[in-house]
């Protein structure tokens, strides 16, 4: 009988020293408490009540120095994940780009085009042929049907009458560059034959669409344009869609 009461004794200071030992190495949202601080807890009172304040606030501080560090880490992560998205494309394709002044690009009528003499420029850089139609360009519309489809088409009108259009080199059919041709005043694919008047409307081939046009604006002197603005929505025309008519001139491969 002694014997069982002393085993039984012993059980329960193993006990109390298995949970003053968890009490005292208890996880970060418990921070580490003495013995005498134990006992003063169970006790009570102010003491008790300082100690349990204090705690609260290392526990809370615990927690939002880990929220920070969480916060900062998630940002860097978003922020770099963003760059890669959408890169500072300033100065290079896929933004706004100057092509240069008003004057290198003269004007002229579309049966008078001669590559980067009249009409029709290529510019490099912003992979954009710049076609430069002269106020009195026979259109096919007029009025507010004519007004329209300008709008429609991307065909910015200057304050001296002329016409601006900025075409994506691209052909829309399977991506080749399009040439244009002086000989029949139009482009030609030499991929797949898809062809295009001088104002880029479809003419003839597998291109689903007329080509693609960039937005085009003025500043002050220089032509600037947004090869990250792209309209790639012209359909092939019609008799109450088509602008310019249609070049009569035979057009080789």
């Known amino acids: 009988m002694g014997m069982a009461v002393g085993a039984y004794v012993l059980q329960l200071i193993a006990a109390d020293k298995t949970e003053r030992f968890t009490?005292?190495?208890d996880d970060i949202n418990k921070p580490h408490i003495t013995p005498q601080q134990y006992e003063v807890l169970h006790g009570g009172g102010a003491e008790a009540a300082e100690i349990a304040k204090e705690r609260l606030s290392r526990r809370r501080f615990l927690?939002?120095?880990?929220?920070?560090v969480w916060g900062l880490s998630t940002t860097a992560a978003v922020s770099?994940?963003?760059y890669m998205l959408y890169p500072n494309l300033a100065g290079q394709f896929g933004s706004a780009l100057n092509v240069g002044k008003k004057s290198d690009f003269p004007a002229a009528k579309p049966s008078d085009f001669k590559i980067d003499q009249a009409g029709v420029y290529y510019r490099q850089n912003?992979?954009?042929y710049l076609v430069h139609l002269s106020k009195d360009t026979p259109f096919l519309l007029s009025g507010s049907n004519l007004s329209d489809q300008l709008d429609a088409e991307t065909v910015k009108k200057d304050t001296d009458g002329s016409y601006w259009i900025a075409l994506y080199?691209?052909?829309?059919?399977?991506?080749c560059t399009v040439p244009f041709k002086d000989e029949c005043v139009s482009f030609k694919c030499p991929c797949h034959g898809s062809h295009y008047n001088v104002d880029g409307e479809f003419l003839d081939g597998p291109a689903p669409r007329s080509l693609d046009r960039f937005s085009l604006s003025f500043n002050?002197?220089?032509?600037?344009?947004?090869?990250g603005t792209l309209n790639n929505k012209v359909p092939h025309p019609d008799a109450t869609t088509r602008l310019i008519k249609v070049p009569t001139v035979q057009c080789s491969a």
Not at 169 to 175: I, N
Not at 220 to 227: F, I, K, L, R, S
């Open 23 to 25: 009490l005292i190495t």
């Open 63 to 68: 927690r939002r120095s880990m929220l920070a």
């Open 80 to 82: 770099g994940s963003l």
């Open 126 to 128: 912003a992979k954009t």
């Open 169 to 175: 080199q691209r052909c829309v059919h399977l991506g």
């Open 220 to 227: 002050g002197g220089d032509v600037m344009v947004d090869t």
